[in-house]
């Protein structure tokens, strides 16, 4: 059974930082690994999705990595702003297709002005 | 395009009592599913769908029963609430790849 793992699970940075998120997962097999923001009380919005043959993908300030035989993957955040303070989940298909999603607990993102 | 829409965006259940949750979506997904977001224990599939006529059980179905009749509606239906089924429920859709979520319905059941 496929676990995903995020560590940690808060996280507090200053504005204009860098930072670095985690994800690890059990089963290497999988279709594709999926980064989602979540801002309280509200729905999962995708940030990134990187192909399981695929190394990392970018969007702005965002970049994800996948490395699929350690079972890791880092989203990366770039000069950091208040307004990316939310939690941050981690998702992967499985080997045969996207009809179901994986996820983690979640990283609690703030970022101090 | 709305994307995928929820109803209702919040709901209060007695024990015992049954209800639908809607989710529709416009983009022409097949697949469509639903999932469960419960505080310390991140989102965990109920059941899934790859196309109209066809669903199969996630992780936690138990309670909880779907239909897909077209490929825009896939309903979540409780037949007799526990409190153990408050959580806040979010559908999702998607055809390959990116999977697209609602913005939830937050289910209280007393």
């Known amino acids: 059974k496929q676990e995903v793992t995020q560590i940690p699970a808060a996280l507090s940075v200053p504005e204009g930082e860098n930072l670095v998120l985690n994800c690890s997962f059990t089963d290497s097999a999988i279709y594709n690994l999926q980064w989602f923001r979540q801002d309280p009380g509200k729905g999962l919005t995708s940030l990134l999705l990187i192909q399981s043959s695929q190394r990392e993908q970018t969007s702005g300030r965002l970049n994800a990595s996948l490395d699929k035989s350690s079972g890791r993957s880092t989203l990366y955040i770039a000069a950091s702003q208040p307004g990316d303070s939310a939690t941050y989940l981690c998702?992967?298909?499985?080997?045969?297709?996207?009809?179901?999603?994986?996820f983690g607990t979640g990283t609690r993102l703030t970022i101090i002005p | 395009n709305a994307g995928v829409t929820q109803t209702p965006k919040f709901q209060v259940l007695k024990t015992g009592q049954s209800m639908t949750l809607q989710c529709a979506q416009d983009m022409n997904h097949e697949y469509m599913s639903w999932y469960r977001q419960d505080p310390g224990m991140g989102l965990r599939l109920i059941h899934y769908s790859v196309g109209a006529g066809i669903t199969d059980q996630g992780e936690v179905p138990n309670g909880y029963n779907v239909s897909r009749s077209t490929t825009e509606d896939f309903p979540l239906r409780l037949l007799s609430a526990a409190p153990s089924q408050t959580s806040v429920y979010f559908c999702?859709?998607?055809?390959?790849?990116?999977?697209?979520f609602g913005p939830g319905t937050r289910l209280t059941v007393l």
């Open positions: 998702a992967v298909a499985g080997n045969f297709g996207n009809e179901k999603l994986t």
């Open positions: 999702a859709s998607s055809y390959w790849n990116e999977q697209f």
